[in-house]
């Protein structure tokens, strides 16, 4: 089964702290994309930010980014200088045949 | 834009009712998708299409029929309502080129409550 697992039920920060999500997934394809998705209470899915299989170069956006180990199969997101409105459950996917197949997801808690 | 539009955002259904849930996008995206979300947990693919006449089943299709006669809207029906359907239902929607679908882009998602 080709799966992407979020093993970080839930995690916490401090504000203006950094904290590191992890997601792995399974895959057979050489060239694919990989995503970061944030629901906020609001229950909206918002996009965070995209990766690109065949980049080396891991994606940024802002105070986001993402270690993506191509190898390993890794591709976690990490947020510097933490925000109270960065509080949400955290989705990791990536892009199969037509579909994304979505990970159980990491609330993430930002401590004042 | 006002990218994806989801009606209605909440509603509460009897046993045995149907109801649809409309979906419209106005960024002329090939791929269309429903999914749901239970409490606590991730999103679940219904359906989906990859254009305008074509519809394929995703995980949980059971229970739901959808159509596509446009490239715009994706509504998705619930025929005999059961509280198992108590969910978010979210619709997406992407483009998708020669190299397969892009970012989904979310509505904001519909409420729905089967007692």
């Known amino acids: 089964a080709q799966t992407v697992t979020q093993s970080q039920p839930e995690m916490s920060v401090q504000e203006a702290e950094t904290v590191t999500l992890s997601c792995t997934y399974d895959?057979?394809?050489?060239?694919?994309?990989l995503f970061w998705y944030k629901q906020p209470p609001s229950r909206q899915m918002i996009l965070v930010i995209r990766?690109?299989?065949?980049?080396?170069q891991n994606a940024t956006e802002n105070r986001f980014s993402v270690n993506f180990q191509k190898a390993a199969k890794s591709f976690s997101l990490k947020i510097s200088d933490s925000q109270l409105g960065d509080a949400a459950m955290y989705f990791c996917?990536?892009?199969?045949?037509?579909?994304?197949?979505f990970g159980t997801g990491t609330r993430l808690q930002v401590f004042p | 834009n006002a990218g994806v539009t989801q009606t209605p955002k909440f509603r509460i259904l009897k046993i045995g009712q149907s109801m649809t849930l409309q979906c419209t996008q106005d960024?002329?995206?090939?791929?269309m998708y429903w999914y749901r979300q239970d409490p606590g947990m991730g999103l679940k693919l219904i359906y989906y299409?990859?254009?305008?006449?074509?519809?394929d089943k995703g995980e949980v299709p059971n229970g739901y029929n959808v159509s596509r006669s446009t490239t715009e809207d994706f509504p998705l029906r619930l025929e005999l309502a059961a509280p198992s359907q108590t969910s978010v239902y979210f619709c997406?929607?992407?483009?998708?080129?020669?190299?397969?679908?892009?970012?989904?882009?979310f509505g904001p998602g519909t409420r729905l409550t089967v007692l």
């Open positions: 997406a929607s992407s483009y998708s080129g020669t190299g397969g679908p892009d970012t989904q882009y």
């Open positions: 895959t057979s394809e050489s060239d694919y994309y």
């Open positions: 990766q690109e299989a065949y980049k080396q």
């Open positions: 996917a990536r892009r199969g045949t037509d579909k994304l197949i």
């Open positions: 960024m002329n995206h090939n791929y």
């Open positions: 299409s990859v254009g305008a006449g074509i519809t």
